[in-house]
């Protein structure tokens, strides 16, 4: 469930926005909300210090596909058109294309749009990056 987002509190990039209820994020699935007009995607990542809460911008940078319509395989968010992978920071996984397969070849230093995220009194905030 996306809930509408409302402003928690000014930072010097921005508002904080609550974009969800904390309970509508369990680990394994992928969320999308919108905050300041901007499609995003939310999960919980498994990460060395536990569960991470991430939120990126919702769009494949390949193709431009909703990376909320993909899934969570082997801790990484895999987007459902092309199968790019991305880690539990946002980086694209330069694994080779499996042999026969059209997918596009790796490519370096790809990034996702992170915003900042955090939980307070059972709500999901974010908030726009820094330029």
């Known amino acids: 469930m996306t809930v509408i987002a409302t402003t928690q509190e000014k930072t010097p990039n921005g508002a904080w926005h609550c974009v969800a209820e904390s309970a509508d994020l369990p680990p394994g699935r ?3 909300a919108q905050a300041d007009g901007v499609d995003l995607v939310l999960w919980r990542a498994l990460t060395a210090d ?3 809460l991430r939120a ?3 769009v494949c940078p390949h193709r431009g596909a909703k990376l909320s319509r993909g899934l969570i395989r082997d801790g990484q968010l895999l987007c459902y058109k092309h199968a790019w992978r991305f ?3 946002g980086v694209r ?3 080779l294309p499996e042999s026969g397969s059209a997918r ?4 370096e ?3 996702l749009i992170a915003w900042g995220v955090r939980e307070q ?3 999901v905030l974010v908030c726009r990056p820094v330029p």
């Open 30 to 32: 992928l969320l999308a």
């Open 50 to 52: 536990g569960l991470a």
């Open 56 to 58: 990126w911008e919702d």
């Open 87 to 89: 880690d539990v920071d």
């Open 93 to 95: 996984l330069t694994t």
């Open 104 to 107: 596009v070849p790796p490519q």
């Open 109 to 111: 230093g790809i990034r």
């Open 121 to 123: 009194d059972g709500k």
